[in-house]
């Protein structure tokens, strides 16, 4: 399992508040942005992203979290990661950081805000029967900016919608 996740360059966080409202997340980086720390532990790096936080507001009012990770290119196989999640400052992990997080190979670069601490309370295999072989594209990727469209923007439309007369 630790060389699974090791290699993994993305997974799917399922978080809930203190109501047990849910939210699930894509957290992504260069193989290995998810580390094994021993075999009950896995730091994953919390980036700069779109600044709404709801995964980490969830984990600061309901540390359980669950995780999934699938291999889409190669075994087409899943792992599933259930356990209790705490934020923990960049210096926390300060030796992590720096091999991978630090922009290698990522135009722009990328700085690690923060850490979560995931203490594992089961980890299970995802069966791999309805898992879709995809393969992997290089894209350019544009770290920290600022800019909408690269972002990806108001995609949907939303913002658009909530404006009021006066903004629009």
Known sequence: MAEFVGRMEMAFISTADADGECDSSLRAGAAGFIRVVDSRTVV???????????????????PHVGMLMVDFAEDLIGLHVN????IAPVEEFAELAGDGDEGAGEPGGKKVERWVVVE?????????KHIPRMVPVDRVR???????????????????????????
């Open 120 to 128: 594992v309370q089961e980890a299970y295999i995802h069966c791999r």
């Open 142 to 168: 544009h770290w920290g900016t600022d800019d909408a469209k690269r972002k990806g923007g108001d995609f949907f439309g939303v913002k658009a919608d909530k404006m009021s007369p006066a903004e629009g």
């Open 83 to 86: 356990g209790r999640a705490r």
């Open 44 to 62: 994953y790096p919390e980036y700069r992203g779109n600044g709404v936080m709801a995964s980490l507001g969830n984990i600061m009012e309901n």
